[in-house]
């Protein structure tokens, strides 16, 4: 009898390598082929017909996997049986991992990332308490990826930081051959990811930092050609922001082939959308134009745009006018207002989603470990005695700032409605007797006529303005026009300025509803500022309120008011 036993158990082993030896063979004859290559079907079908007869729903779940990365069109389709086989399977990491797949289709493939959000967030919940870090951190990117294209730049970068650090381990340690390739695709994806947000904001000499990292981490072959695409893509961005057109385009035109391979429409648009910006600034318009009109028809063709090329349409409809077409003209506006619907429809559910349901969802797993070890000693306990302190002080802080924020906000509508800001379109400054200024009337006269026209024609908005650049615009020396200024404004050059750019700034968020959703980089450098950070500062010690609080608020108050 037992000898049957062992006979049966030999038997039984032996029968199952040979199962996985089948499966080994199935994905070796069709990994080659390169994504969306549907020659590859002859063999993952017989591969998930195998699984699915055998019953193994772990092999029918990887089955399902592999056919989304071969398929062309029915991704979805396979994702929902990938979901199917892990939840039979019974092992949370696969379901984790199938939710994760579903999401990544969504993200890349379509660009839904209302859609792909949803499945990462039910991923979270499968994989918070997994073993399985790879996938852990794999999840964890995307939604960093969602906060970067809402503009939470400093929040994506912390996430991609971490991303890379536990990537990178990986690429070093002794590893299995596909796992040390899946962990550089993580890697190099993060590098890419943190570019992006530099360049972003602004901060091209971090982002080109990176990217020396970036390209000398990508191996040379064609497995790693996407990467080599957005590698082309940053460094064009990069060359174009030190303005260096000829070379950007060179390298823009050399990362389309990849994008577009792989159907990556959203860096594409971006692509053509830099390559247009970098033939107008050549003086080029008419090829500029071309590459605009290629990201609209990305636009049309899968209702999606990055909110950074929203600028496209106004480029379009800017050119149209001066052309003289109202036809053109006419279908650009309205193709912006469409491009605003889907940005403001994105960007609406997603900051609502990533804050509910992400960040509530971290901060009550911390409260609910900390009340799981509760039990294991008085130490504990008073640690999460400090931690609710903490977190109730934070709230009394971040109520009393919110306070001081609304009454500062409350503060600057009453300026606004009375008007104390200077009208451009005020009588021109008067001569004044009893203005301490010993110079000849007539020279005083004319400098507050210029200083009056300089105003209505909003020159102060121009970059690089100095004391010595106005007095020669006003063909007077510098002497001179300090004094008239100082007398008749009662301050300095450099405050006056200032001044005049901030009211500018706050007079256009408060009334004009574009202005609302342009980036605060936007509003700085509309408003004749070379950089956020001095904007939003000046903005603070004129207002007493920052610029992205006195939006916020504004927004609130208009969306109050339409209830």
Known sequence: MIKKLLTLCCCFFVSFLLSQDYYAGYRKKYWGYEENDQRAFVYVNQYISRARSEKNYSELFQAYKDAILFSKDQKV???????????????????????LSKGAVYYFTYRKFQLALNEYLTAYEYLKDSKNEFLKYQNLYHIGVIKSYLGYYDEALEI????????????KADLHENLIYNNTKGYLNSLHQVIICYQAMGKFDEAKKVLTIFGAAIPKTKDFSLEYSYFKKSLGVSEFSEKKYPD???????????????????????????????YTDLGKPELGITNYKKVDSIFKKHHFILPELRSNYEELINYYKKKKNPEKELYYTNQLLKVDSVISSDFKYLSTRI????????????????????????????????????????????????????????????????????????????????????????????LLKDISNFEANEKFLEKGLTLKKLAENFKTNTSYLSQVINEYK???????????????????IYHDREWRKYSIEHIASASGFSNRQSFS????????????????????????GEI
């Open 160 to 171: 991609f930081q971490k991303c890379i650090a536990f990537f990178e381990s990986k690429i």
């Open 77 to 99: 389709k396979y994702s929902d049986s990938a979901i199917v086989a892990a939840k039979q399977s019974g092992n949370r990491d696969l379901v984790g991992d199938a939710y």
């Open 537 to 560: 500062n000046i903005f603070l010690e004129i207002n007493g309120i920052r610029p992205v609080d006195f939006i916020k608020k504004r927004i609130k108050e208009i969306e109050a």
């Open 248 to 278: 950007a385009i060179k390298d823009f035109d050399q990362s389309l082939p990849g994008l577009l391979k792989v159907n990556d429409f959203t860096w594409a648009s971006y692509v053509y959308f830099y390559k247009g910006k970098s």
């Open 355 to 446: 804050y509910k349901d992400y960040e509530t969802k971290q901060l009550l797993e911390v409260k609910e470990n900390l009340e799981k070890t509760n039990s294991f000693g008085t130490v504990l306990l008073v640690i999460s005695t400090i931690v609710i302190i903490l977190l109730g002080c934070m709230m009394f802080y971040r109520t009393r700032k919110q306070k001081q924020i609304q009454k500062k906000y409350n503060e600057l509508l009453v300026k606004i409605e009375d008007e104390k800001f200077p009208d451009p379109e005020n009588e021109p400054l008067k001569f004044d007797l009893n203005k301490n200024v010993k110079l000849d009337q007539n020279i005083v006269e004319k």
């Open 490 to 508: 009662g301050t300095n050059f450099s405050v006056y300025i200032n001044v005049l750019r901030i009211n500018y700034a706050t007079q256009k």
